[in-house]
């Protein structure tokens, strides 16, 4: 059975971090794309940040400010969050595929496993 579970969400003030942990049970990431998703409230899920064998990727609104790491002896993907803005604000989710054409890592429906996700809330 493939799980997968954010850990790491919280409150915190513009401008400060937090780092989102996602471990993975019942799938290796070794050779596997994994991506981190949000959805903010009344909003579209948007893509956030991916990690695959291809390299790494990460959607406008985050670049510069966030990072994507993954642990491949822990099976964990991790989301460093820097210089977070109000519109930060959501629940984020780690999902992971199989394989992915790597054009596609936006796509949610590209994706097999999903976390239940964790609330990020950013206050101005």
């Known amino acids: 059975q493939v799980q997968l579970v954010e850990s790491g969400g919280g409150s915190v003030q513009a401008g400060g971090s937090l780092t989102l942990s996602c471990a993975v049970s019942?799938?290796?990431?070794?050779?596997?794309?994994v991506a981190w998703f949000r959805q903010a409230p009344g909003k579209e899920w948007e893509a956030v940040a991916t990690?695959?064998?291809?390299?790494?990727r990460y959607g406008d609104s985050v670049r510069g400010r966030f990072r994507i790491s993954r642990d491949v002896g822990k099976n964990t993907v991790s989301l460093e969050m820097n210089r977070l803005k109000p519109e930060d604000t959501g629940l984020y989710s780690c999902a992971a595929a199989t394989s992915i054409n790597p054009s596609e890592w936006q796509r949610r429906t590209k994706y097999d496993y999903w976390g239940q996700g964790t609330q990020v809330t950013v206050s101005s």
């Open positions: 990690f695959s064998i291809s390299g790494v």
């Open positions: 019942g799938f290796s990431i070794r050779l596997s794309p």
